[in-house]
């Protein structure tokens, strides 16, 4: 197993790397077989109206997955879309802003009220800005939507046990992240969450570091849950460059260059959904937790990821800046 430390701090390298990685992909023994369903199993996806998610949740419509997507555009022709194109009705749409923590609460208290168990939970909204930006609440925008919003979400859904560890079969969760994680950058928890002035060309370090965090989180997240795959599976994934709507903040000026690159160059959205839909489908993942596939080869993180004391410190601050914000868990 991999333990790549190549770091990402330019967007010129990370665009670089994906173009390599797009183009000559390892080859893999991780193949799902048709009979790999997950019939009568509750899936939520967040992000999954557009992208990589919408195609994660049409791939687990189209293996029987119930499906809610949560969202925040949409609705309701999205989901429509995903019944066409599965064949499968039971999908539904959920609105949510994740940059907006009373938004979050408010889909975990509909869920709770619908007595639904999610038994599959995708965390894949992400978002990649064109530089500095500054959420409602006053957070950095990027830090909201791509670390804290999973935070909340996560430890809400299991505080209301919509979530259920131990469940037969096992839940699984599973988080997309980047290999831009790779970022040699210390967590600073004085400035932890607050935004932190950096120019589009500083986006990718800023990105890949929030990442981290997220993955250091994630690795706390077993420690404290899993029980070694016996109570929850957890599992996190890079789907490698795709070709998507991530980019959708990035300059101006930088637009139609990226969609060119992306369009010649990276993979579409279907195919950059193996490594979740894998995850999600799998026989050979029951009991299994605490793994990592850059687009679907086996690898470890980065080391911090895996660092007691930084998982520690990381979920601490992370509960005091929501309790700052009047979000205590």
């Known amino acids: 197993m991999s333990s790549n430390n190549q770091k990402f701090d330019s967007t ?19 193949i799902l077989a048709e009979n790999d ?7 939520l996806v967040t992000g999954s109206n557009t992208g990589l998610g919408f195609a994660i949740a049409t791939k687990l419509a189209q293996r029987g997955g119930h499906i809610i997507m949560a969202v925040r555009s949409g609705i309701p022709e999205k989901g429509e879309e995903i019944q066409q194109l599965s064949g499968h009705k039971n999908v539904h749409m959920e609105f949510v802003e994740l940059s907006d923590l009373q938004s979050i609460q408010d889909l975990v208290l509909r869920l ?3 007595a639904i168990t999610i038994d599959i939970l995708v965390c894949n909204a992400g978002m990649v800005s064109a530089g500095s930006k500054v959420a409602a609440n006053g957070l950095d925008l990027m830090f ?5 919003s999973t935070f909340y979400f996560v430890n809400l859904l299991l505080k209301h046990e919509i979530i259920r560890p131990q469940n037969t079969p096992r839940p699984r969760l ?7 994680h790779r970022v040699d950058v210390p967590i600073d928890y004085k400035t932890f969450g607050k935004p932190i002035p950096y120019s589009a060309a500083k986006v990718v370090k800023f990105y890949g570091y929030y990442k981290l965090i997220l993955n250091i989180f994630i690795v706390e997240l077993n420690r404290r849950y899993a029980n070694n795959g016996d109570d929850l599976s957890i599992f996190t994934l890079c789907p490698g460059a795709v070709h998507s709507n ?12 990226l969609w060119l690159v ?3 160059f990276f993979q579409t959205p279907v195919q950059a959904s193996r490594p979740a839909v894998y ?24 080391d911090p990821a895996y660092d007691a004391e930084n998982g520690r410190e990381v979920w601490k601050a992370s509960e005091q800046l929501l309790a700052e914000l009047g979000f205590a868990l």
């Open 246 to 257: 991530i980019s959708r903040h990035s300059p101006t000026l930088l637009k139609p260059i």
């Open 174 to 180: 599973i988080f997309v992240s980047s290999e831009s």
């Open 37 to 43: 369903r997950i019939d009568g199993k509750t899936v």
């Open 12 to 30: 010129f390298k990370a665009t670089i790397t994906g173009i390599k990685e797009a183009l000559f992909p390892p080859k893999t023994d991780k």
């Open 262 to 264: 992306f369009k010649a």
């Open 144 to 148: 909201a939507v791509n670390y804290l």
């Open 112 to 114: 709770k009220a619908q």
């Open 279 to 302: 995850f999600a489908c799998s026989p050979k993942m029951e009991g299994k937790t605490n793994l990592y596939l850059h687009m679907m080869q086996d690898k470890m993180m980065a």
